[in-house]
């Protein structure tokens, strides 16, 4: 295999050239952890220690990335003793980063594609997987085909009022109940503007910034919060609205409004041919009974950036022990999220089969 290490940082693209022409095809398994203090009792728990955004923290595998990185070295094993027989090209994309590289640098997806992962040879899908404790329990799979993961766009108000005494509001403008309106009014885009049954949709305002002491009105408010959406179109309509709901409600209120919206990561979308033309495949490996369709993870995944690129197909695997129930289990980036390992065997064969046949198929 053709291996080449420091993309993106510390990614590593392995090329693997079957014997018998064909076409491309990409594996990804994104491979790092979080700042969690591991609270399992396992041999193996992660002891750790860094600092992250001036907080001394542990460091843990919560999203279970060390399940990717192992699922797709096994692949890399079993399709590179088999390479003479290989019809078309394999490629092999381990990524950082994908939670976020740290504040105000590039990393992830979206920096191994700029770097050149994703040419020479181009791929003509690209397939991943994610342990998940929400997907179920160990041998179970699901996928999803169309808009599977949400898009993360990141929202950003500030809102300017004028200073006054806190026993004299008419003697300013009031940021705060500004402010306070403007949550409320967002909450109204979701839930009484938009067509809720084309495709669903979250705003949350996660931090409110604003005044120093209980009797100054303040100049100024700053909110910050995140909006998932599952529809390119439904995205757009959203942007608009948010920001026609702020800048309206500031304005009745003789205060302004600015809203700064950053797309962070775009839709998981699967495509709809590719999922069709793998079904079988999925079922093949995992036993059609334990095949379900995922419902929409308002979660958001940088494989995305991938799936922009090439058609791609993105799958879960369940990841809870057996008879854990998993809408009560500790989920992806909990201190106690537990992966069964009976995920290894089957994301191996699901990863290899999905790669092999799609070679195989005209
Ligand atoms: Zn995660
Ligand atoms: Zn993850």
Not at 108 to 135: R, S, T
Not at 267 to 281: A, G, K, S, Y
Request: glycine share 12%.
């Amino acid at each position: 295999m053709e291996v080449k290490s420091g993309v993106a940082y510390t990614g590593v693209v392995g090329v693997l050239r079957g014997g018998r022409p064909g076409k491309v095809i990409a594996l990804r398994a994104d491979m790092d952890a979080l700042p969690v203090t591991e609270q399992l009792n396992l041999p193996f728990a992660s002891k750790v220690r860094t600092s992250y955004n001036g907080q001394e923290v542990g460091v843990m595998h919560a999203c279970g990335h060390d399940n990717h990185v192992a699922i797709l070295m096994g692949v890399a094993e079993i399709l590179a003793g088999m390479k003479e027989q290989l019809p078309g090209t394999v490629k092999f994309i381990f990524q950082p980063a994908e939670e976020g590289p740290p504040s105000g640098e590039e990393g992830g997806a979206e920096l191994m594609i700029k770097q050149g992962a994703f040419e020479n040879p181009k791929p003509d899908a690209v397939f991943g997987l994610h342990v998940m404790g929400i997907a179920g329990n160990v041998g179970q799979l699901t996928y999803r085909s169309g808009g599977t993961m949400a898009s993360a766009d990141l929202l950003r108000i500030t809102i300017k009022g004028k200073q006054t005494h806190g026993a004299i509001p008419w003697g300013g403008v009031d940021p705060i109940v500004v402010a306070s309106q403007i949550v409320l009014g967002l909450q109204t885009i979701a839930s009484r503007q938009l067509d809720i049954t084309r495709a669903p949709s979250v705003i949350t305002i996660g931090s409110i910034h604003g005044g120093v002491r209980n009797n100054i009105i303040p100049d100024e408010v700053q909110m910050e919060g995140t909006v998932r959406t599952f529809s390119p179109e439904v995205q757009d309509e959203m942007h608009r609205r948010i920001r026609l709901t702020a800048e309206s409600i500031a304005q009745s209120a003789g205060a302004t409004a600015t809203v700064q919206i950053t797309r962070q990561l775009p839709i998981t979308f699967n495509n709809p041919t590719l999922t069709e033309q793998m079904l079988p495949t999925l079922q093949r490996v995992a036993g059609a009974a334990n095949v379900s369709v995922q419902p929409p993870v308002t979660g958001a995944e940088d494989f995305s950036f991938f799936a922009q690129k090439a058609p791609g197909l993105f799958i879960f695997l369940g990841s809870n022990k057996t008879g854990v129930d998993a809408t009560t289990a500790p989920v992806n980036h909990s201190p106690l999220y537990e992966v069964d390992e009976g995920v290894l065997p089957l994301g191996v064969r699901a990863l290899a089969n999905l790669a092999l046949d799609y070679l195989s198929q005209k």
